[in-house]
């Protein structure tokens, strides 16, 4: 599967680490700020717009929370969304070629720490190795989630392949999550145990890690994520331990954040020397749980976590920088420098793929104060009093009425262009944690920690909250309430419900009903009297071609499949 075929090329790719002249990799990396350099590509990956052109159209347009103006074209968006496609597919591709050029990237880093003489530099530079190495390995993590998720078992690229091994046979789905809770449990260890800020602001602290494992165990856990042998009651019990940690402060050692003595071959002299570990960490070091528990928080008012001033908040896990400043003092835009920003595909403006909430999400606001900031109509006339005059947004496809408001930028805020990618907020893993409460046997803290959630919500409409600024909000928001204390099977569908609202449109939709094994149910209901498309006028059909048993996983480009002489297999039904 290692092929030239990945290694893509793009306009905003400004670092793409290979061997040059006589310099071998490992030797160019044993200078510290090369080693930075290393990360700062695996990060521009991230800012790409391949990468989040990708993240929405797999995460979000192919959901039932969207529509598209691509529905109705003809072409390979169209295709895809349609689940009219073949295995040349070219964002199916793109998809499997960006993950692995990540994955490269963070390989040549992640193979090259060791190599720097972090024990003759001071213990600032000791400690700078270990976090550049904890952030590339949680970002290599992210890639193979990424994979695992779209493709299923996929094929495993450690930092020390051979070069002489240009094909690797898929992985298995449970390997391929081994792999991922590997690197993120390592990176636990490493990373910063606070929040990035100022100049620093964009690198990925240990919240981060800490966050994408509890989800990646969730995913584990879930019906439907079709694994082998991992015993899915096992993982919400692992899920449990780390929300413990990270929730409730609770303290565990290193060797029960790695499962050291069930999962590791190498000793712990050889894993300290990998890791660059403090000498003195042993595996009955203690990892507090005081360092970690206050390290994000809600924002006070939602409507303010996807504003300028709310970027690099506390709420904020994993969030990729989109404007960056250098040496100099000058500004430098980093939002897709080839084709416009983020902001023209979920409000429906790109040529690429345009996103705009179906009328079945909407319906879940009701009551629901959250409603306004995350969606409105196309005239934007909510927003009038509030700024003065209508957003400059352009043209845009609206759907069945509505579009997207939450990532806008306001005439208030200045340009558009500069509004940062959130990966993974606070709010994520509180509904991440009441899922694990509930499906570990505790449905009444699980309701605690979705209220949490809501009472943030409900602050939108306090007498001094923004709303009341607004010309449109309804007097039934009022009637926004906390859930009420519920049996298991109440209380799972409150907190899908609360986490479906709270994430509606951040590309995550289609992989939250893939774990949930419910795919099948939503394509039918997106299949049934869908709104034609405007301004068009055309019929969709989204949903009416899903293949259920097939379409929940996608295909192995082909190009991959026939470059590797048939070693990579490819998926069931395709």
């Known amino acids: 599967m290692v092929s030239l075929g990945l290694f893509i090329s793009s306009c905003d790719d400004f670092f793409d680490a290979k061997q040059t002249g006589n310099i071998e990799a490992d030797e160019f990396y044993s200078n510290l700020n090369n080693l930075r350099i290393g990360m700062n590509g695996v ?4 800012q790409s717009q391949n990468y989040q052109i990708s993240e929405i159209m797999f995460g979000e347009a192919m959901s039932d929370d969207s529509w598209n103006l691509q529905d109705v074209e003809v072409n390979e968006a169209a295709q895809l969304v349609n689940f009219q496609f073949n295995t040349d597919n070219s964002h199916i591709l793109n998809r499997y070629q960006v993950n692995y050029l990540g994955i490269n990237k963070a390989n040549q880093v992640i193979r090259s720490a060791p190599f720097v003489k972090y024990r003759e530099n ?17 970002i290599r993590a992210l890639f193979y989630f990424n994979l695992v998720k779209t493709f299923g ?10 070069l002489e091994n240009k094909t690797v ?9 081994a792999y991922i809770e590997k690197d993120l449990r390592e990176s636990i260890l490493l990373l910063r145990r606070a929040k990035y800020t100022d100049a620093e602001a964009g690198q990925i602290a240990v919240g981060g890690a800490l966050g994408l494992l509890m989800k990646v165990l969730v995913y584990e856990a879930s019906p439907g994520i079709a694994t082998e042998k991992i015993d899915k009651e096992a993982k919400w019990q692992e899920a449990l331990e780390i929300g413990h940690l990270f929730l409730d402060g609770k303290d565990l050692t290193y060797s029960q954040i790695l499962k050291f003595d069930e999962r590791y071959t190498e000793s712990w002299e050889q894993l300290s020397e990998r890791l660059a570990l403090d000498p003195a960490s042993l595996p009955e070091t203690v990892f507090k749980g005081v360092d970690v528990v206050n390290l994000h928080q809600l924002e006070p008012l939602f409507n303010n976590v996807f504003k300028v001033a709310g970027e690099f908040s506390l709420e904020s896990l994993i969030e990729i920088n989109h404007y960056d400043f250098s040496a100099s003092g000058s500004s430098i835009d980093e939002s897709w420098p080839c084709a416009g920003s983020i902001i023209n595909a979920i409000g429906g403006s790109s040529t690429i793929i345009a996103v705009t ?28 009093t509030q700024e003065e005059s209508s957003p400059q947004i352009g043209w845009f496809n609206y759907g069945n009425g509505n579009i997207f408001v939450k990532f806008y930028t306001f005439p208030s805020e200045g340009g558009y262009k500069n509004r940062n990618y959130r990966i993974m907020r606070y709010s994520e893993v509180l509904l991440l944690y009441a899922e694990i409460l509930n499906e570990t046997g505790d449905s009444k803290r699980a309701i605690d920690f979705v209220n949490k959630v809501r009472t943030r919500a409900r602050k939108l409409i306090d007498e001094y909250g923004p709303s009341s600024t607004y010309k449109y909000i309804g007097t039934t928001h009022t ?20 986490k479906r609202v709270e994430m509606a449109g951040e590309f995550d939709r289609w992989f939250e009903m893939a774990r949930l094994g419910i795919l099948p149910e939503r394509m039918a209901a997106l299949s049934n009297n869908p709104p034609v498309e405007q301004p068009s006028g055309k019929q969709r059909v989204r949903g009416r071609y899903f293949r259920k048993g097939v379409n929940e996983i996608f295909p192995i480009p082909q190009k991959e499949v026939l470059i590797s002489n048939g070693v990579i297999k490819q998926n069931f039904g395709y």
Not at 122 to 138: A, F, H, P, Y
Not at 359 to 374: A, E, G, V, Y
């Open 43 to 46: 990060y521009n990956l991230l």
């Open 357 to 384: 909430p179906t009328s079945d999400l909407t319906s879940q606001f009701s009551n629901d104060p959250r409603s306004l900031f995350t969606y409105t109509g196309r005239s934007l006339n909510a927003y009038y």
């Open 153 to 162: 078992g996929v094929s495993i690229q450690p930092e020390n392949v051979s």
């Open 169 to 177: 046979p898929r992985s298995s789905v449970d390997e391929i999550f």
């Open 479 to 498: 009637q926004f309430k906390d859930q009420p204390y519920a049996p298991y099977d109440l209380t799972k569908d409150a907190i899908l419900k609360e």
């Open 122 to 138: 001071n213990k600032d530079s000791e400690r700078e190795i270990r976090e550049v190495l904890g952030q590339t390995k949680l």
